[in-house]
């Protein structure tokens, strides 16, 4: 399978961790990655011997042809291209490999109206105008998207899943904290959240004021509460923690060594090839498409003065016909 890379945004060096999933990278040139946590869990736990089979990064755009130059030397992708069209009837998937989420449908589109299977990192679009566009655009298309944080692949995840099933406590509140923002890193909590206890939302409001945090409360269906705090600038490990009613588990995104992020990434890699190859996947788009319009339906309570937002509110929308 040939893969094409589109990246890259600041802060954000997934083309050069996911490119080294595809087909390794040069060790001598390690120094030239620009990012230290990603040198780390390359040089530590990757080390040239975690390497999908049947699929290769054979393509790379980029807004700046020097760092497409740079990241294709580094884990070993045969060609650079001057304009991202060029990648069209060149490649047989797409990994939008940014979160810099307003552009995120710019760049799909023209891969979703061929049909082109496209892995968007996180979140879908950041407004209901363009993720209706999005649906509308892949119902015609027929085209597989794939769209999640790693954070849903991460072992941290499988443990809680299993101490869970293997509970018989009852959960009674979950609480979960990241830094950044809420429309760039609100997947990394839900989409583990929503894997362990489902996506059937109640109620969504932001409670925050002001632009360096979010403070959002989710009700669901069957009356679990779970708050989310994200805050612009803070020093924290991403994570969240279940609370039962005897004990209670907090489940990181990472841990010291980065080990977590790496396995996050590979397992969520490997499972985007299974589905363009089989059209099995571990995700549900449908579970995509709720996460995602509820982290715009919070955005929208936050900018319409904390107002508390049913989600039938957006199942009874333009939306709604688009989830199951």
């Not at 595809?22 to 990603?38: A, K, R, S």
């Not at 980029?62 to 497409?68: F, H």
């Not at 080990?259 to 190859?277: E, R, T």
């Not at 995509?288 to 319009?293: E, F, L, T």
Request: hydrophobic share 35%.
């Amino acid at each position: 399978m040939k893969v094409g890379i589109v990246g890259i945004n600041e802060g954000n060096g997934h083309p050069y961790s996911y490119s080294s999933i595809f087909n390794g990278f040069n060790e001598d040139l390690i120094d030239t990655c620009p990012f230290e946590v990603i040198r780390k869990y390359l040089t530590e736990t990757h080390k040239n011997s975690h390497i999908l089979e049947n699929a290769r990064v054979t393509h790379i755009w980029t807004q700046d042809i020097e760092t497409s130059r740079n990241i294709a030397d580094f884990t070993y992708i045969p060609n650079v291209v001057a304009d991202i069209d060029d990648l069209i009837n060149k490649v047989d998937a797409v990994i939008i490999a940014r979160d810099d989420v307003e552009n995120h449908w710019k760049l799909s589109k023209k891969f979703i109206e061929r049909g082109i299977p496209v892995f968007i990192d996180k979140l879908l679009t950041p407004n209901f105008q363009e993720l209706e566009e999005l649906l509308v655009c892949r119902d015609k298309s027929g085209g597989k998207i794939m769209a999640t944080s790693s954070s849903r692949f991460t072992p941290g995840i499988y443990r809680a899943e299993k101490l869970l099933n293997e509970s018989e406590d009852s959960v009674r509140y979950i609480h979960g904290i990241s830094k950044v923002s809420w429309i760039r890193y609100a997947n990394h909590l839900l989409d583990g959240i929503c894997y362990l206890f489902g996506t059937e939302f109640e109620s969504v409001q932001n409670t925050a004021k002001g632009d360096d945090k979010d403070i959002v409360h989710i009700e669901f269906k069957n009356g679990l509460d779970c708050i989310l705090s994200i805050y612009k600038e803070i020093a924290l490990p991403i994570s969240f923690t279940v609370y039962t009613n005897k004990q209670h588990y907090t489940i990181p995104f990472t841990d010291t060594s980065f080990a977590s992020y790496f396995f996050g990434f590979y397992n969520m890699l490997n499972d985007f090839v299974s589905y363009v190859s089989t059209g099995k996947s571990a995700l549900s788009f449908n579970d995509s498409v709720k996460i995602s319009s509820l982290i715009i339906a919070a955005s929208d309570s936050k900018r319409e003065g904390n107002r508390k937002i049913s989600f039938d509110e957006v199942l009874s929308s333009s939306i709604g016909k688009y989830i199951n």
